[in-house]
């Protein structure tokens, strides 16, 4: 029903119950039509990482039986929590459209420091990793000021702080070259033995999957009331059944082993904290619009210097963070840490975990999802005795494929706009 055009009020729709329908009549069906339209817009999500990990993990249990068995798969979970954390940190400067190449660099001098001053100095250990974030943060808001008022390219700063931090890991280290950390100590027991008691980590599945029901029922119910469309009950109920039920049966099939790692489930934990800043709150989207459009974000009242600096502040806080948990990982704290593909492994995690290279789009479960991929490969490689420089070059190739869908994502989503 609308109000008549020619007694000159305007055409205002009413909803009638068809319209309702309509509008309602989501359901299982509703769901997958509006996944496809996503889909056929650009907004491709995790799909194609998803699908990619899929195929690695097909193709190695294919060669080995032993990559999916839960012994494997802990290890595996072990590995990508140092690497991960790096990771989410790259999210952050990524989404700014900016880059930080010394990731690396910050969380091999965080783990020197770490070292040295628990270690040589004697300093309690939680006041040792305090200094070590302190520092991280204070090379963060270095990189800011120099991009903020000198106008230095991130990459130009940040690749001059790769040498210059590690000379300064180097300096530190001293002529050892190497520092053990105590054996036995809770910092390495934490990355090497520690896992969730079985109870705890069939809690954290069922959170999860209340969480998720909660949030996107909250959410329907805002569209609701906005007059746009929204998932049915019925939908929502089925898809937080779903997550539960596939969380539960991944942590009964790991429990078969050790279980969860409580590192892991730190890193996951710092991975939901970071999506819901970013898509909850006012500084993710202030991430967002400067990463979208910096000058557009500016004329609508953001502060673009101070959101720059809290991306930059973040990845060098959390590049330290992975550094300490690699530290703790391998019981020690040497001129290594952080050199070779660290660097680039975490930039390439972010970027294949869906990520875009041009800002303004991104995700923090990116971080994970990525990193899930290339230690995959790492493992699966090693598990069949091949060469390491086959994981550098089909790491290679997944990101340049990434990299790819992730242009040609925004190429039809710029289309799709403009239609």
Not at 54 to 73: A, D, E, G, K, R
Not at 92 to 110: K, R
Not at 136 to 144: R, T, V, W
Not at 184 to 207: D, E, K, R
């Amino acid at each position: 029903m609308t109000k008549d055009i020619e007694n000159g009020a305007p055409a205002v729709p009413l909803l009638d119950r068809s319209d309702e329908r309509v509008k309602h009549a989501a359901g299982f069906g509703g769901a997958i039509r509006s996944f496809l339209d996503r889909v056929q817009s650009g907004d491709l999500g995790s799909l194609p990482v998803i699908v990619g990990l899929v195929i690695i993990w097909t193709v190695f249990q294919s060669l080995n039986p032993i990559f999916l068995s839960s012994n494997n798969l802990v290890n595996l979970l072990f590995d990508c929590s140092t690497v991960g954390v790096i990771a989410l940190g790259i999210v952050c400067i990524l989404m700014v459209g900016e880059i930080d190449l010394s990731v690396g660099s910050v969380s091999g001098f965080a783990s020197a420091m770490v070292g040295v001053l628990w270690v040589n100095q004697g300093w309690p250990v939680w006041l040792a990793i305090l200094a070590a974030l302190a520092v991280g943060a204070a090379i963060g808001s270095l990189y800011a000021m120099l991009f903020n008022r000198f106008g230095m390219p991130s990459f130009v700063s940040t690749l001059a702080g790769l040498l210059a931090i590690l000379g300064l890991q180097l300096y530190i280290l001293g002529s050892t070259g190497s520092i053990n950390l105590p054996y036995g100590s809770p910092v390495v027991n934490f990355g090497q033995t520690l896992v969730m008691p079985h109870a705890i980590a069939y809690a954290l599945a069922a959170i999860a999957g209340i969480v998720t029901f909660i949030t996107g029922f909250r959410t329907a119910a805002r569209r609701k009331e906005a007059g746009l469309s929204s998932q049915s009950l019925g939908s929502l109920l089925l898809r937080a059944i779903l997550i539960t039920v596939v969380l539960e049966l991944i942590v009964f099939y790991l429990n078969q082993d050790r279980g969860i790692p409580w590192m892991f489930g730190l890193f996951v934990g710092l991975v939901v904290t970071m999506n819901y800043l970013l898509t909850r709150t006012k500084w993710g989207r202030s991430m967002n619009a400067v990463g979208g459009n910096r000058e557009a974000a500016r004329r609508a009242g953001i502060n673009v210097r101070l959101t720059y600096t809290s991306a930059f502040v973040m990845c060098s806080v959390l590049a330290a963070a992975g550094g300490i948990l690699a530290a703790s990982r391998l019981a020690s704290a040497s001129q290594q840490a952080g050199t070779g593909d660290v660097n680039l492994n975490a930039i390439a995690a972010a970027v294949i975990g869906g990520t875009s290279l041009f800002g303004g789009r991104g995700s923090a479960y990116s971080a994970l999802l990525g990193i899930i991929v290339i230690q995959s490969i790492a493992s699966g490689l090693t598990l069949l005795d091949l060469s390491s420089s086959l994981r550098y070059m089909i790491t290679g190739a997944v990101l340049a494929i990434a990299v790819i869908v992730d242009s040609l994502a925004r190429r039809s989503r710029v289309s799709h706009g403009r239609a």
